[in-house]
């Protein structure tokens, strides 16, 4: 979507969106300018920001969005 050849959108402009697969969060983040949405359905949330702690690029970064979604009977405890 961001390459020359493509569609050639700003990666500003682009958010991806993972399952929680944090073992390729750091690929990711050095592959890509993309923002990046992450869901901790399957990987605990510690995991996830002790990840995302260790990455360099993230250290100068000043706006973060968490998110929570409730679904009754599934979440809600």
Do not use: W
């Not at 050095?30 to 995991?47: I, K």
Request: net charge negative; aromatic share 8%.
């Amino acid at each position: 979507m961001v390459h020359d050849q493509g569609l050639h959108f700003s990666p500003r402009k682009v958010t991806v969106s993972t399952s929680g697969l944090v073992p390729q969060l750091k690929h990711f983040l050095h592959e890509s300018n993309c923002a990046l949405a992450v869901t901790t359905d399957e990987y605990n949330l510690r995991l996830l920001l002790q990840t995302l702690r260790e990455e360099p690029r993230l250290k100068n970064i000043y706006e973060v969005l968490f998110e929570y979604v409730m679904l009754e009977g599934v979440n809600d405890r």
